[in-house]
Nanobody, 116 residues
């Protein structure tokens, strides 16, 4: 089993930045890829960014050029650097691990609120 713990959410003004972290523990050797999803009130959960074990990244169109996903050298922590935030980015952000057997693990989520 993989356990995921997110941190770094909070309240930020439009145009500001936040950096989210997701620390993985447990059977991290089983992790193939990691991703960030978000869910705004009344909306479906959506993929924000994805990174493979080889470092290939993929982003939702709405965040391209503003958000950057990365992993540390041990591949046990994934980050989401979010710049030029706007109110439409307000959501609960979830970390997701995709395992070698195609099972997925989720973190508990961290709230990001963009408001003046």
């Amino acid at each position: 089993q993989v356990q995921l713990v997110e941190s770094g959410g909070g309240l930020v003004q439009p145009g500001g930045s936040l950096r989210l972290s997701c620390a993985a523990s447990g059977s991290i050797f089983n992790i193939n890829a990691m991703a960030w999803y978000r869910q705004a009130p009344g909306k479906q959960r959506e993929l924000v960014a994805h990174i493979t074990s080889g470092g290939t990244t993929n982003y939702a169109d709405s965040v391209k050029g503003r958000f950057t996903i990365s992993r540390d050298s041990t591949k046990s922590t994934v980050y989401l650097q979010m710049n030029s935030l706007n109110p439409e980015d307000t959501a609960v952000y979830f970390c997701n691990a995709i395992n070698s057997d195609y099972t997925r693990n989720w973190g508990q989520g961290t709230q990001v609120t963009v408001s003046s």
